[in-house]
């Protein structure tokens, strides 16, 4: 699982490493301080300490209180055919009077895996323009 992780070109968060050694210490039902000291004496994997890895499993969700507003986003969104990205539906709950952030509809729209579907066809590419012979 940890090596999984170590596969992609950037460095995992540290919330991906805390779940995958959740996800280990249930299989194996080892201790987590005989994980972290496993992963962490293997050079080609990432490294995390005990207090980090303690930190990010009991870390609240910041996206918990929004339950109104992403059920609000997802009506938005299956209500235009799901043809609405998060800049729209940030215009729209702007018109609706809710004081928010685009980055933060963004941020609920990702995780909630809600991305809109481009319906746009690709123009042929022409290099000349003006009247041919």
Avoid: C, W
Wanted: proline fraction near 3%; hydrophobic fraction near 30%; aromatic fraction near 10%.
């Amino acid at each position: 699982k940890i090596g999984g992780l170590n596969s992609r070109t950037e460095e995992p968060r540290k919330e991906e490493l805390a779940r995958a050694i959740t996800e280990l210490r249930q299989e194996l039902r080892l201790s987590v301080k005989y994980i972290i000291d496993v992963i962490n004496a293997n050079p080609g994997l990432p490294h995390i300490s005990r207090s980090n890895y303690y930190y990010q499993t009991h870390k609240p969700d910041k996206d918990s209180g929004n339950q109104k507003l992403m059920d609000r986003i997802k009506e938005i969104f299956l209500e235009h055919s799901r043809r609405y990205g998060y800049r729209r539906i940030y215009g729209q709950l702007r018109r609706e009077v809710y004081g928010i952030n685009h980055k933060k509809v963004q941020r609920l729209m990702q995780k909630m895996g809600l991305f809109a579907i481009s319906i746009r066809k690709k123009r042929k590419y022409s290099s000349y323009y003006g009247v041919q012979g």
